[in-house]
């Protein structure tokens, strides 16, 4: 049984910045890209940022330039940090990983954390 589990999320104003933080939690042998995803209110759900084993990263233009996507492997743990927040930025921010355990075989466990709100308002 693996989980990733987010943390960070809460109202902010136009302008500010939060941190998200998601830990990866079980029998883990190892885990690959790491990335953030985002669903606003009657949105589908979209692609934030990535993040590979080896620190490699990739961005959603609409948060180019003002987020950080990171990860600490010893900690399992990948972080978002998010500058200038918008109003278009709101959404529950969910975190992704491909883990691999022992008995995961060769594709690994595509495991989805719970979702964390980010609200931005005046």
């Known amino acids: 049984q693996v989980q990733l589990v987010e943390s960070g999320g809460g109202l902010v104003q136009p302008g500010e910045s939060l941190g998200l933080s998601c830990a990866a939690s079980?029998?883990?042998?190892?885990?690959?890209?790491m990335a953030w995803y985002r669903q606003a209110p009657g949105k589908q759900r979209e692609f934030v940022a990535i993040?590979?084993?080896?620190?490699?990263?990739r961005y959603a233009d609409a948060v180019e330039g003002r987020f950080t996507i990171s990860r600490d492997n010893a900690k399992r743990t990948v972080y978002l940090q998010m500058n200038s927040l918008s109003a278009e930025d709101a959404a529950v921010y969910y975190c992704?990983?491909?883990?691999?355990?022992?008995?995961?075989?060769?594709?690994?466990?595509?495991?989805w954390g719970q979702g964390t709100q980010v609200t931005v308002s005046s």
């Open positions: 992704y990983a491909i883990i691999f355990t022992e008995n995961s075989g060769g594709s690994g466990l595509p495991t």
């Open positions: 993040i590979t084993s080896d620190g490699g990263t």
């Open positions: 079980g029998s883990i042998v190892r885990i690959n890209a």
